[in-house]
């Protein structure tokens, strides 16, 4: 029976592993817990084009709007045009969508949600279903890609292999490698990183969402999500003032906070005005609440932080690898769904689809691993992970232009930390410097415009 190995357990890896199963293959997905996801810890939805009145063809255009006709258009139609598979795969799982609500950048209320925890509630049910149809969970870190001229025969864990004669990878982004995050604190892109030191070439690293409304309290950096803003709250500064359409794509929204911020000013999320934020938003309230704020009486502090890694190893349509026999999906992956920027609600669409149309394209390419050769491993530490951070915060962040970019790379030279983790945090600093242009998550203050010699990817081998 041909084996495959699911290396993560968001949303993304466990679509996969349940359609492989049903497939009659041997899955075993390691994982370091459902709950250290950015899938379990996403707030508001899934969208989906499948209301009366909403079509296909206008969510690829807000898509496509959104991410600054960066997109690979093929891409997002291949992943929208499967909406209603992935709405029939939840569903039949028994998942119940409460709500239909508008976020930032759509042009129709179609980000399906469940009590703003949608996230939550997608990766128990999933997991759950691939417990019972038999997926070997295995608990730990993957700690490397078992690569050999550019095949994979399976990953390392303990410092021993795991054979698989297909390997997924779905663990992940890279926004822990910035200093303000509300996501997983794993998703440090280390695979990423390794994938690329193997062969693997990234793709639009510079690339990196700042969602508008993180909150920064006494339990850490939490996320107060779109949705707040779609059912009508109000960003405000502290005299008072509303500075931009709430509505807006993440990116533009993001930047004018920052400016805000900038010049002094403290900026407020005023949702006072929605009623039952209790019942509509009960993990938002919960902490707001622990940290002293009543969002139903009192303003929400934001600041932008680090949400989304729009890059990712760069795959095909089908989402495989330029190595043979591994595969990305989910965040992990880039294949020019989002563009330059991603529009809200779509990344879960992206988890489900990549899960199905993986085990469709492995159906098809029928990996098969009949010899192992000698593989090596190396035990690397994590090293300076904080000064790491700082950096690519302080030098590649919300706002960049071309002498903190090279300053960022100098002093990166310095860093004592992983060099997967090196070569990746290059790539965001390198993609950035080259892309002398402004669109969407990428903002440059000495270059603030689209320019058409820019709108391609750009891809980053490690040289």
Not at 96 to 105: D, I
Not at 259 to 274: E, M
Not at 317 to 342: D, K, M, V
Request: charged share 25%; glycine share 10%; proline share 3%.
């Amino acid at each position: 029976m041909t084996e495959v190995g699911v290396i993560g357990g968001g949303i993304a890896g466990l679509t996969a592993a349940i359609a492989l199963v049903k497939q009659g293959y041997d899955v075993t997905l390691i994982h370091a817990g459902i709950k250290n996801t950015n899938s379990y810890l996403a707030q508001a939805g899934i969208a989906l084009p499948i209301l009366e009145g909403d079509s296909p063809n206008a969510h690829v255009l807000d898509t496509i709007r959104a991410g600054r006709y960066l997109n690979d258009e093929e891409t997002v139609w291949n992943v929208i045009s499967k909406s209603s598979e992935a709405y029939t795969f939840l569903t039949s799982l028994g998942l119940k969508f409460e709500e239909n609500e508008v976020e930032g950048g759509h042009s129709f209320p179609r980000v399906f949600t469940i009590k703003n925890e949608t996230g939550k509630h997608m990766t128990k049910i999933l997991y759950v279903r691939a417990k019972e149809l038999g997926v070997n969970f295995v608990q730990g870190i993957a700690e490397a890609l078992a690569v050999r001229d550019k095949k994979a025969y399976g990953i390392f864990l303990d410092g021993e292999l795991m054979k698989f004669d297909g390997t997924i990878l779905a663990s992940g982004g890279y926004t822990a490698l910035f200093k303000y995050t509300a996501g997983s604190e794993l998703n440090l892109g280390t695979l990423i990183g390794d994938a690329i030191m193997k062969g693997a070439p990234a793709r639009d690293l510079e690339f990196v969402q700042f969602h508008p409304t993180g909150f920064a309290g006494k339990n850490g950096v939490k996320l107060v999500s779109e949705a707040v803003r779609g059912a009508g709250a109000k960003l405000v500064t502290e005299d008072g003032e509303r500075f931009v359409n709430e509505l807006e794509p993440r990116d533009v929204v993001a930047r004018a906070i920052y400016r805000q911020l900038q010049s002094g000013k403290r900026v407020f999320l005023d949702a006072t005005g929605i009623d039952d934020f209790k019942g509509r938003f009960p993990q938002i309230y919960a902490f707001l609440k622990k940290e002293g704020i009543n969002p139903e009486r009192d303003l929400i502090p934001v600041f932008p932080i680090a949400h989304y890694s729009i890059g990712g190893v760069s795959v095909d349509l089908w989402y495989r690898t330029p190595i043979r026999n591994l595969y990305a999906i989910g965040e992990a992956a880039s294949n020019g769904f989002h563009g330059a920027n991603r529009l809200a609600s779509n990344s879960l669409l992206e988890c489900v689809i990549s899960g199905l149309e993986v085990v469709r394209t492995i159906c098809r390419d029928r990996p098969r691993i009949r010899e192992t050769p000698e593989l090596r491993y190396s035990d690397n530490e994590l090293g300076d992970i904080e000064s790491l951070r700082e950096l690519l915060w302080g030098y590649a962040g919300i706002v960049r232009d071309g002498a903190s970019l090279e300053e960022g790379l100098r002093k990166l030279d310095g860093i004592e930390v992983d060099e997967r983790l090196k070569i990746l945090a290059m790539g965001v600093l390198k993609n950035a410097l080259i892309r002398k242009e402004s669109r969407g998550a990428h903002f440059r203050r000495d270059y603030p415009y689209m320019r058409k010699e820019f709108e391609r990817p750009l891809f980053w081998t490690g040289f």
